[in-house]
């Protein structure tokens, strides 16, 4: 009898040790809510500042309030999404520049130490607002130009940010509180390419296509 509780208690250990290992996945769930913040087919559109200093063009964009719409609520009750872990939001982008210049233009730019941040919250009313959602892009992009005569990034802008079960919650709260939201995205833009890219006296316009997005809701 006591070698059969002696097995039978090291099978619970055993048990227990395996779902530690793999994570508590047995448990875990997960929901996945599509364009979240409703910025899918949004574009925003700025006028940029060129500076150069002889070898370099410095290109920079900023605006406050680049984006602000309504967006309608989520139809799911609030109680659903008690005790969640974890929340990370992804968004695609795509990137495009429209330059004027009496110069001529090459066919592909190439932009360096390039630093794109999206700051995006939500607010219900004048009662509350969300805590930001942060999408941020550095690195290089490579532009082609387009028939139009614009020039688009070959790269694909993924972003992603992950939000604690705090956060995350105080923006579920807003989206599903009944009432419609306003979204507002400020964003900032710096880039570096060489002269003869962007010569002096040109001009740029940034444009920025938000494509599809989702929210991961882990519990």
């Known amino acids: 009898m006591k070698q ?36 899918q087919g949004k574009s925003a559109n700025m006028d940029a500042e060129v500076a150069v200093d002889g070898l370099t063009t410095q290109i920079s964009a900023s605006q406050q309030d680049a984006l602000r719409f309504t967006l309608n609520n989520l139809t799911t009750p609030s109680s659903f999404y008690e005790g969640m872990s974890t929340m990370e939001v992804s968004q695609q982008a795509t990137l495009t520049l429209s330059i004027a210049s009496n110069s001529a233009l ?40 387009q028939p139009d005569g614009s020039y688009r990034a070959r790269e694909n802008l993924s972003f992603a940010d992950e939000l604690d079960r705090f956060d995350g919650s105080a923006l579920i709260a807003i989206l599903v509180g009944g009432s419609a939201n306003t979204v507002i995205a400020d964003i900032s833009f710096t880039a570096n ?21 989702s929210a991961l809701i882990r519990w």
Do not use: H, M
């Not at 290992?21 to 996945?32: D, E, N, Q, W, Y």
């Not at 890219?197 to 599809?212: C, D, E, H, K, Y």
């Open 193 to 213: 390419t060489s002269s003869p890219n962007i010569p002096s006296g040109s001009t740029v316009r940034f444009a920025l296509q938000f494509g599809s997005s």
């Open 4 to 39: 059969w509780c002696g097995a039978a208690g090291f099978l619970v250990v055993l048990g227990i040790v395996f779902l530690v290992g793999c994570g508590g996945g047995v448990f875990s769930t997960s929901k996945t809510l599509t364009d979240p913040l409703g910025l």
């Open 106 to 145: 090459p066919s592909t730019l190439v932009l360096r130490d390039v630093d794109l941040r999206v700051v995006v919250r939500a607010s219900e009313g004048t009662s509350r607002t969300s805590p930001p959602v942060e999408f941020r892009y550095t690195g290089f992009l490579t532009l082609d130009r």
